[in-house]
Nanobody
Framework: QVQLVESGGGLVQPGGSLRLSCAAS????????MGWYRQAPGEQRELVAN???????DYADSVKGRFTITRDNAKNTVHLQMNNLKPEDTAVYYC?????????????WGQGTQVTVSS
């Protein structure tokens, strides 16, 4: 059993900042990629930022220069620092991790955390 628990969402004004955190726990042999996705109402879930391995990162064009993903493999955590937030960043943000459990390799998802950018 593997769990991803997210924290750090909330309401912020345009131009503000938030930091999301995600901690993985349970039957973890090793973690491959860790990342963040988001889903706005009526929209498909989309990739925001991904770390395929420690030290490597990918970003959606819409967040480049504003968001930063960092991960700590020793603590099985991944963070998303979001600066200069815009109303179009409003969505539920989901943590994702591709994990080797010792029995299988699969994707796991967190429960989601709401980010609302509004004045």
């Amino acid at each position: 059993q593997v769990q991803l628990v997210e924290s750090g969402g909330g309401l912020v004004q345009p131009g503000g900042s938030l930091r999301l955190s995600c901690a993985a726990s349970g039957m973890i042999f090793s973690i491959n990629s860790m990342g963040w996705y988001r889903q706005a109402p009526g929209e498909q879930r989309e990739l925001v930022a991904n770390s395929p391995s420690v030290g490597t990162t990918d970003y959606a064009d819409s967040v480049k220069g504003r968001f930063t993903i960092t991960r700590d493999n020793a603590k099985n955590t991944v963070h998303l620092q979001m600066n200069n937030l815009k109303p179009e960043d409003t969505a539920v943000y989901y943590c994702n991790a591709n994990i080797n459990t010792g029995y299988s390799r699969r994707n796991f998802w967190g429960q989601g955390t709401q980010v609302t950018v509004s004045s």
